[in-house]
């Protein structure tokens, strides 16, 4: 069997080519016309020098364009370096030298960006994206042209490389290095997320997608993050329908969910979930077609997750946790949350997750460590042997990969995942977890948005600190909001320094922006200190 991304795709192909696959904005491609053009630009890439292990990036918002381009570099067993589109000169640079690019599709509108940092390149393709930006070398449109139509591409394996770089929200991305079957396996479907039971070959999903009507998913996060590419390539190997906005916004949602009769939600915790959810409180739309809103990657606080459960009583929330380095590791479903702080996403672990302590150890009930995923674990991180020793161990005779982050195994078996270790405020010998504080300010009815870092202190150490977007139109009394606080958390928890922002900086996955805080924090003068 080879489980290979362009093979699965085309297995869908074969079976649904007269089904929307993807949809953005006002316009939709069926499978077909998405596999004709795909094969279009593969041949022109394979006419560059493109080929087996070559890197190519793509340097795109969402688009239909943008999926032709990462299914068309499968094709050719080559790999797709996803890049992220805020990233300026220095940044791509930086990409571009550390993947070892050999060609990049773009969208137009960045071509300036890109003639300053590109060079050496075998091909360089411009997306149609409205503008009217100086092409380097060739357009999307004489690229598809110059290709044929066939599928006539060399035998694939599951051994073909997958890359993904990760947010860099601490320092800058590196790159995971999977097997194509490994990675379908805990992100593309592989897999029950339910179960854990394993598919059993590699037209599993096809054979379902023949079996039941198509779903509609929505995809919320950029295509360049890990969550939307699975979730819309896990939608395409089965037959369903992927739809995408080229930009968020919450009320546009809506009105997508409205038109296209959405039926799936995926998104990336409160940076989008809120907005969400109160565009449609405060608006009139329907969203009877929901049967599922999915979050993952970020945190998915308790009070948004209330607003969730009481406007959408008939729709499934799930919490889903994982990373690019393990793949899926646990899922959840919300059900009822009062408004107040939890420790964070509590799930029933997927296949092979486990807490591994700090002696090494399987951790029982009640211990914090790491958690750690075996099974099918990537390759590790892309030309750095030192983190990869770092990302991977092995226990009992099995493989683990662990990303980093801290989580508690509990009596019932399921695991808390607590956040990220490198987050983690240690504050006069107390750990104190960001996303738990979180959670705690934004129960409040006049916080909108909230961060928790740790910053320096003489006497602690460390200390919790806190930068919060007041809702718009309200005066926040941060007297109040300590009292409101300290009901839900232990006193050395709650922050003692506050800055307020009218925006709290993330990703355009929606993480926390660490680097952003820290630089805020730094410069800024506090709204509240308490010594």
Same mark, same amino acid.
């Given at each position: 069997?080879?489980?290979?991304?362009?093979?699965?795709?085309?297995?869908?192909?074969?079976?649904?080519?007269?089904?929307?696959?993807?949809?953005?904005?006002?316009?939709?491609?069926?499978?077909?016309?998405?596999?004709?053009?795909?094969?279009?630009?593969?041949?022109?890439?394979?006419?560059?020098?493109?080929?087996?292990?070559?890197?190519?990036?793509?340097?795109?918002?969402?688009?239909?364009?943008?999926?032709?381009?990462?299914?068309?570099?499968?094709?050719?067993?080559?790999?797709?370096?996803?890049?992220?589109?805020?990233?300026?000169?220095?940044?791509?640079?930086?990409?571009?030298?550390?993947?070892?690019?050999?060609?990049?599709?773009?969208?137009?509108?960045?071509?300036?960006?890109?003639?300053?940092?590109?060079?050496?390149?075998?091909?360089?393709?411009?997306?149609?994206?409205?503008?009217?930006?100086?092409?380097?070398?060739?357009?999307?449109?004489? &690229? $598809?042209? =110059? /290709? #044929?139509?066939?599928?006539?591409?060399? +035998?694939?394996?599951? !051994?073909? *490389?997958?890359?993904?770089?990760?947010?860099?929200?601490?320092?800058?991305?590196?790159?995971?290095?999977?097997?194509?079957?490994?990675?379908?396996?805990?992100?593309?479907?592989?897999?029950?997320?339910?179960?854990?039971?394993?598919?059993?070959?590699?037209?599993?999903?096809?054979?379902?997608?023949?079996?039941?009507?198509?779903?509609?998913?929505?995809?919320?996060?950029?295509?360049?993050?890990?969550?939307?590419?699975?979730?819309?390539?896990? &939608? $395409?190997? =089965? /037959? #369903?329908?992927?739809?995408?906005?080229? +930009?968020?916004?919450? !009320?546009? *949602?809506?009105?997508?969910?409205?038109?296209?009769?959405?039926?799936?939600?995926?998104?990336?915790?409160?940076?989008?979930?809120?907005?969400?959810?109160?565009?449609?409180?405060?608006?009139?739309?329907?969203?009877?077609?929901?049967?599922?809103?999915?979050?993952?990657?970020?945190?998915?606080?308790?009070?948004?997750?209330?607003?969730?459960?009481?406007?959408?009583?008939?729709?499934?929330?799930?919490?889903?946790?994982?990373?690019?380095?393990?793949?899926?590791?646990?899922?959840?479903?919300?059900?009822?949350?009062?408004?107040?702080?939890? !420790?964070?996403?509590?799930?029933?672990?997927?296949?092979?997750?486990?807490?591994?302590?700090?002696?090494?150890?399987?951790?029982?009930?009640?211990?914090?460590?790491?958690?750690?995923?075996?099974?099918?674990?990537?390759?590790?991180?892309?030309?750095?042997?030192?983190?990869?020793?770092?990302?991977?161990?092995?226990?009992?005779?099995?493989?683990?990969?662990?990303?980093?982050?801290?989580?508690?195994?509990?009596?019932?078996?399921?695991?808390?995942?607590?956040?990220?270790?490198?987050?983690?405020?240690?504050?006069?010998?107390?750990?104190?977890?960001?996303?738990?504080?979180?959670?705690?300010?934004?129960?409040?009815?006049?916080?909108?948005?909230?961060?928790?870092?740790?910053?320096?202190?003489?006497?602690?150490?460390?200390?919790?600190?806190?930068?919060?977007?007041?809702?718009?139109?309200?005066?926040?009394?941060?007297?109040?909001?300590?009292?409101?606080?300290?009901?839900?958390?232990?006193?050395?928890?709650?922050?003692?320094?506050?800055?307020?922002?009218?925006?709290?900086?993330?990703?355009?996955?929606?993480?926390?922006?660490?680097?952003?805080?820290?630089?805020?924090?730094?410069?800024?003068?506090?709204?509240?200190?308490?010594?």
């Amino acid at each position: 069997m080879a489980a290979n991304i362009a093979d699965l795709f085309e297995h869908a192909v074969d079976a649904f080519g007269d089904r929307v696959a993807v949809a953005c904005g006002e316009r939709e491609i069926t499978y077909a016309e998405l596999e004709e053009t795909a094969n279009r630009l593969a041949h022109f890439l394979q006419s560059r020098g493109v080929g087996k292990g070559a890197h190519v990036g793509l340097y795109a918002g969402n688009s239909i364009e943008a999926v032709v381009a990462m299914i068309a570099v499968y094709k050719l067993r080559a790999v797709v370096v996803n890049v992220n589109y805020r990233y300026v000169e220095n940044e791509l640079q930086y990409l571009f030298e550390d993947a070892g690019l050999v060609a990049l599709i773009h969208d137009r509108g960045f071509s300036t960006r890109v003639k300053a940092v590109a060079s050496g390149m075998s091909a360089i393709v411009a997306l149609p994206d409205g503008s009217k930006s100086e092409i380097p070398d060739i357009s999307y449109e004489d &690229a $598809l042209l =110059a /290709g #044929d139509e066939k599928r006539d591409f060399e +035998r694939r394996s599951g !051994d073909d *490389v997958y890359l993904l770089y990760t947010g860099g929200t601490t320092g800058y991305p590196k790159g995971v290095i999977w097997r194509h079957e490994d990675v379908w396996r805990v992100l593309g479907g592989g897999i029950d997320f339910m179960s854990g039971i394993p598919l059993e070959d590699e037209w599993a999903q096809t054979r379902r997608g023949a079996e039941m009507p198509p779903m509609t998913r929505f995809c919320l996060a950029p295509l360049i993050h890990g969550n939307a590419q699975w979730a819309a390539l896990a &939608a $395409l190997f =089965a /037959g #369903d329908t992927v739809v995408f906005l080229p +930009r968020f916004d919450p !009320d546009e *949602v809506w009105r997508v969910i409205e038109r296209r009769k959405v039926n799936v939600v995926v998104l990336i915790g409160d940076a989008m979930a809120r907005p969400i959810i109160e565009a449609y409180l405060a608006g009139s739309y329907d969203g009877s077609s929901l049967v599922a809103v999915s979050s993952s990657a970020a945190l998915f606080s308790p009070s948004v997750k209330r607003q969730y459960l009481q406007a959408l009583p008939d729709v499934m929330v799930t919490d889903a946790v994982g990373s690019s380095e393990t793949g899926f590791a646990g899922i959840g479903i919300v059900a009822d949350v009062d408004g107040g702080a939890v !420790d964070g996403p509590r799930v029933m672990p997927g296949p092979d997750t486990i807490v591994i302590d700090e002696y090494g150890k399987r951790a029982g009930p009640g211990v914090i460590g790491r958690l750690a995923r075996g099974g099918h674990v990537p390759l590790g991180y892309y030309k750095d042997p030192d983190k990869t020793a770092q990302l991977l161990t092995e226990l009992d005779g099995k493989r683990y990969a662990i990303p980093g982050d801290l989580a508690r195994l509990e009596d019932d078996g399921t695991i808390t995942l607590l956040g990220r270790g490198n987050t983690c405020v240690n504050t006069a010998g107390e750990k104190v977890f960001p996303e738990e504080v979180e959670g705690a300010l934004k129960a409040h009815p006049d916080v909108f948005d909230a961060l928790v870092i740790g910053i320096p202190d003489d006497l602690l150490g460390q200390k919790v600190a806190a930068l919060i977007q007041p809702r718009p139109d309200t005066t926040l009394d941060l007297q109040e909001l300590d009292t409101h606080v300290r009901q839900r958390i232990a006193g050395y928890k709650v922050p003692r320094s506050v800055w307020l922002v009218d925006r709290i900086a993330r990703t355009i996955s929606g993480k926390a922006d660490y680097r952003w805080a820290h630089a805020h924090a730094r410069s800024a003068p506090e709204a509240h200190r308490a010594d």
